[in-house]
């Protein structure tokens, strides 16, 4: 090989490298891109923590004194604020005859406090946490069914007997 042929052969060598690093780092660059898409869509679909003011609002803090069953407040509050939002969007207030869906959740709350007096809560009658009552819209129930399950957990206390108390 003559000179010239060898300083050919670097040239050529030389320009392939060079697409090489301008391939390398147009990867790199899209590579970049890709994540950065990656992440925006990820801060897009987190949800915001919900602190205690946005739960514990003065509407869901009504219907939490009405309701007889304290219990797990945190999980009734979300569901309440849910179970709002579906009333609303679906208009379901309009067929209870009620400005929102706040009126609605709390005159239900006060039907089902209603539902089980006193008595039947001490001879240890099960009522349904406030979340419950909400996620699985037993709300939309008629009230004299809760008063008729209420009944039934009094019958079955006593065939089965007397509550083991700790």
């Not at 679909?45 to 003065?58: F, I």
């Not at 406090?113 to 008629?142: C, H, I």
Request: net charge negative; glycine share 4%.
């Amino acid at each position: 090989m003559n000179q010239t042929e060898s300083e050919l052969v670097d040239e050529l060598v030389d320009r392939v490298c060079y697409y090489i690093d301008k391939v390398a780092l147009a990867i790199e660059d899209h590579n970049k891109l890709l994540r950065s898409q990656q992440e925006q869509k990820t801060k897009k679909t987190r949800t915001r923590k919900l602190d205690r003011d946005d739960l514990y609002t003065p509407e869901f803090l009504a219907c939490w004194d009405a309701y007889p069953k304290k219990q797990q407040k945190q999980a009734a509050a979300k569901a309440y604020r849910e179970c709002v939002k579906r009333i609303n969007e679906f208009g379901l207030h309009l067929v209870h005859g009620c400005s929102d869906g706040h009126e609605v959740l709390l005159a239900k709350c006060k039907l089902y406090g209603e539902a089980w007096p006193q008595d039947r809560v001490k001879r240890g009658d099960y009522r349904l946490n406030m979340s419950t009552f909400l996620n699985q819209d037993r709300w939309e129930e008629n009230p004299q069914e809760w008063d008729e399950t209420s009944q039934a957990s009094s019958q079955f206390e006593a065939v089965q007997g007397p509550r083991w108390e700790p």
